[in-house]
């Protein structure tokens, strides 16, 4: 054992033996190797997947956080316009109903001025033919007096009493 373990024993006295060392190097690299291409890459791999998953769910819902803030404002701006459009018709709908009653009214109006020159001109022909019946009265009852006063000759008295009756006669016929 001689020289060949001299040289691989450096001061055994101390310990260190360097055989054992290289040994324990190369399996560690062994082992660092595998951990790389088994443990290491795999994990790798895993977290870059775990890492792009994330970073597409924050992507996601950025995009869902601004599409939804997209709806609030269309949503807001529609309700907006509804509100306007409530509005005009309800402004439209006075204004019609104004106009409505302007024109019922007119209309009642004229209907009532109708009625008024239809009910004056019914008075007047009634007035009319009241002066008629009464006219048409008065000259029979005079021919009738007259033909009463050439049948027999009356004293005074005879007339007033006559008279008398002819204006009873008149007044009961009314």
């Known amino acids: ?66 599409e939804a803030q997209k709806m609030q404002r269309d949503a807001s701006e529609e309700l907006k316009k509804t509100r306007q459009d409530a509005q005009a018709i309800i402004e439209e709908a006075k204004k019609t109903a104004g106009q409505q009653e302007q024109s019922i009214i007119n209309s009642a109006r004229t209907e009532a001025e109708r009625i008024k020159v239809s009910a004056r001109e019914e008075i007047e022909q009634e007035k009319e033919k009241a002066i008629q019946a009464l006219q048409d009265k008065v000259a029979s009852l005079s021919v009738l007096i007259a033909s009463k006063v050439i049948e027999k000759e009356l004293s005074e008295q005879d007339q007033q009493k006559l008279i008398d009756e002819y204006i009873k006669e008149v007044g009961e016929e009314r």
Request: aromatic letters at 10%; a negative charge.
């Open 1 to 66: 054992m001689g020289a060949y373990t001299g040289w691989l024993v450096i001061g055994a006295e101390g310990g260190l033996m360097v055989g054992d060392m290289l040994v324990q190097l190369i399996f560690f690299l062994v082992l660092l190797a595998l951990l790389g291409k088994f443990a290491w890459g795999p994990l790798m791999d895993m977290l870059k997947e775990r890492e792009s998953y994330i970073s597409n769910e924050i992507d996601t819902a950025e995009k869902s956080r601004e």
